[in-house]
């Protein structure tokens, strides 16, 4: 009998993208999955309970590997908040590309919307705190619940903007997905302007190149 492996949590997630792109499919069950790749099944769950918490890592990892790549950059420390967020967006996005196929099976297997969304649920966590440290400036409303409010549109809206570009980057078929580099440089320009009360130059420009591309969300 072959000896079992030492698993790591990377180890599963790397084994459970190759099943499902090898297979078109998830696999039938945590046994037969731990039984194809050599491994004990209790070793699963000390990472996971299910399936479902194991995608929603996968894009945790596409986040976490993001951060530690800008946090190796001594440029992205002295950036202010507008090219740190672009900063962000290219990286992730040069990860998703490097695991596109998994990325849209993930995402584009299910027509459950509310499923899809809930795969990102660790993601928007992460993210959407990411954004709230980022000391983006807006107006001072100086009112404490009124700040509050603020602060959650703040972070709501940048994760349905993430969400955006997300499903653009899913369509996009123009070469090394340049459009997609557009729509970024386009989309968090706009949205800074919008917060420095700034918007009629940019948000013409977005708009424009939204309706050229027939833009429809449905992720």
């Known amino acids: 009998m072959a000896k079992k492996k030492v698993i790591k949590q ?4 790397k ?16 046994y037969a999955f731990a039984k194809d790749n050599n491994f ?10 299910s399936f479902e918490l194991l995608e929603q890592s996968i894009f945790k990892v596409f986040f976490d590997n993001t951060i530690n790549v800008l946090h190796k950059s001594e440029d992205y420390h002295s950036f202010d908040s507008r090219n740190k967020l672009l900063s962000f967006y290219f990286t992730f996005f040069e990860i998703l590309t490097a695991n596109r196929s998994y990325v849209i099976h993930a995402l584009k297997s299910d027509k459950n919307q509310l499923k899809s969304l809930k795969t990102l649920s660790v993601l928007r966590k992460s993210f959407t705190s990411y954004v709230s440290e980022l000391d983006i400036k807006t107006i001072d409303l100086k009112q404490e619940k009124l700040e509050k409010i603020k602060n959650k549109s703040l972070t709501e809206s940048a994760w349905f903007q993430l969400l955006m570009t997300l499903k653009f980057w899913m369509d996009d078929t123009s070469p090394s997905f340049e459009k ?40």
């Open 10 to 13: 990377i180890d599963l997630i």
């Open 40 to 49: 004990e099944e209790q070793k699963f769950y000390e990472f996971f309970n």
């Open 180 to 219: 997609t580099d557009i729509f970024i440089e386009k989309s968090v320009q706009t949205s800074f302007d919008l917060i420095d009360t700034t918007p009629f130059k940019s948000l013409f420009d977005f708009g424009k190149f939204i309706y050229k591309e027939k833009f429809k969300m449905d992720l």
């Open 15 to 30: 084994f459970y993208m190759d099943y499902v792109l090898t297979h078109d499919k998830k696999p039938k069950s945590v």
